[in-house]
């Protein structure tokens, strides 16, 4: 019997290609026509697998799902996912360890570079007949010999931890656990209790899950004790950082900026208060997707639905329920 593997987020033509090309005999895959919750329910209707990002899995879609054995993420977070809802009915959930730390961690020193250099900014100004030469050497800091802190020393906070080390940063990390002395030595990390590193660090990485302990972490309290001037880059989850207080910090200028992959809401609604300053960036949560890495990513999730399909163990690593 076919099993089929539904895309719970509408999927472009290349993209489908690359998962056609490694999709097992015997499965086939579709994607969704919309984003509505509507969309989701009747995507989830007649599958045997969802592969979900973006979109929340909420109870009512997981009660529309009759026959899905398994959720897998495209991804790691698992924020948005009903997961006792899953529980009840016996569907099992998976993530994409590790699949998508390379390019977060890219993406997350890219980020720092550009808001720490103004470069999206002086770009934005030129194309509109600018030369804002002097502006941009007033508001631009260097990343080298800067005081990183990393919340969240995971795949991606590691990542980003071994290519700092380049730029001759002193990185500091904040995590649940700490890393054994061996493991901090060869990352060129230091320890730090949270209110000790934001106060230390010139550039404020967020490289952790959203959890209901991280959830609104980052609030004005936190903000206040960084560094006037200091810079931060949110790669995570909107959640984590209370985007009121973020707002507040930037425009009473203790935050000189700050560059923001995620949202509370995404998209954003058009009057949100980061889409409309000069000290920000916003991209659209796309620090995990590279195209170069679909494939490897595509190839992952596959195999651990085959792995559900032929009644075999998924890598514990990936096996959230």
């Given at each position: 019997?076919?099993?089929?593997?539904?895309?719970l987020?509408?999927?472009?033509?290349?993209?489908?290609?690359?998962?056609?090309?490694?999709?097992?005999?015997?499965?086939?895959?579709?994607?969704?026509?919309?984003?509505?919750?509507?969309d989701?329910?009747?995507?989830?209707?007649?599958?045997?697998?969802?592969?979900?990002?973006?979109?929340?899995i909420?109870?009512?879609?997981?009660?529309?799902?009759?026959?899905?054995?398994?959720?897998?993420?495209w991804?790691?977070?698992?924020?948005?996912?009903?997961v006792?809802?899953?529980?009840?009915?016996?569907?099992?959930?998976?993530?994409?360890?590790?699949?998508?730390?390379?390019?977060?961690?890219?993406?997350?020193?890219?980020?720092?570079?550009a808001?720490?250099r103004?470069?999206?900014?002086a770009?934005?100004?030129?194309?509109?007949?600018?030369w804002?030469?002097?502006e941009?050497?007033?508001?631009?800091?260097?990343?080298?010999?800067?005081?990183?802190?990393?919340?969240?020393?995971?795949?991606i906070?590691k990542?980003?931890?071994?290519?700092?080390?380049?730029?001759?940063?002193?990185?500091l990390?904040?995590?649940?656990r700490r890393?054994?002395?061996?493991?901090?030595?060869?990352?060129?990390?230091?320890?730090?209790?949270?209110?000790?590193?934001?106060?230390?660090?010139?550039?404020l990485?967020?490289?952790?899950p959203l959890?209901?302990?991280?959830?609104?972490?980052?609030?004005a309290?936190?903000?206040?004790?960084?560094?006037?001037?200091?810079?931060?880059?949110?790669v995570?989850?909107?959640?984590?950082?209370?985007e009121v207080?973020?707002?507040?910090?930037?425009?009473?200028?203790?935050?000189?900026?700050?560059a923001?992959?995620?949202?509370?809401?995404e998209?954003?609604?058009?009057?949100?208060?980061?889409?409309h300053?000069?000290?920000?960036?916003?991209?659209?949560?796309?620090?995990?997707?590279?195209y170069?890495?679909?494939?490897?990513?595509?190839a992952?999730?596959?195999?651990?639905?085959?792995?559900?399909?032929?009644?075999?163990?998924?890598?514990?690593?990936?096996?959230?329920?």
């Open positions: 019997m076919t099993q089929k593997i539904v895309m987020q509408p999927i472009g033509e290349e993209q489908e290609a690359i998962i056609r090309s490694l999709l097992p005999e015997g499965f086939t895959v579709s994607g969704i026509k919309g984003r509505s919750p509507d989701v329910k009747e995507g989830v209707s007649d599958a045997d697998y969802g592969v979900w990002w973006d979109l929340p909420t109870s009512d879609i997981v009660a529309a799902a009759p026959r899905i054995k398994l959720f897998h993420k991804g790691v977070g698992i924020d948005n996912i009903d006792e809802a899953c529980r009840a009915k016996g569907i099992r959930i998976a993530r994409t360890t590790g699949s998508n730390a390379i390019p977060v961690a890219e993406a997350t020193i890219g980020l720092m570079i808001i720490a103004r470069i999206v900014q770009h934005v100004s030129v194309v509109a007949g600018g804002p030469k002097n941009v050497w007033r508001h631009s800091i260097l990343v080298s010999g800067k005081t990183v802190g990393i919340l969240g020393l995971g795949a906070g990542g980003v931890a071994k290519r700092l080390r380049g730029f001759d940063c002193t990185i990390y904040h995590n649940r890393l054994p002395e061996a493991e901090e030595h060869a990352l060129g990390v230091q320890y730090r209790p949270l209110d000790q590193m934001l106060a230390e660090c010139d550039i990485s967020l490289n952790c959890t209901p302990e991280t959830a609104g972490m980052i609030n309290q936190k903000l206040a004790l960084m560094k006037k001037g200091a810079l931060l880059v949110n995570a989850r909107g959640g984590i950082v209370v207080d973020l707002v507040a910090a930037l425009k009473s200028g203790h935050l000189a900026g700050a923001v992959d995620v949202f509370d809401q998209p954003p609604p058009a009057d949100h208060p980061l889409l300053m000069q000290n920000v960036i916003c991209t659209p949560h796309t620090a995990s997707t590279a170069e890495n679909s494939r490897r990513s595509v992952h999730w596959l195999g651990n639905i085959l792995r559900v399909h032929k009644g075999e163990d998924i890598p514990a690593q990936d096996v959230v329920l």
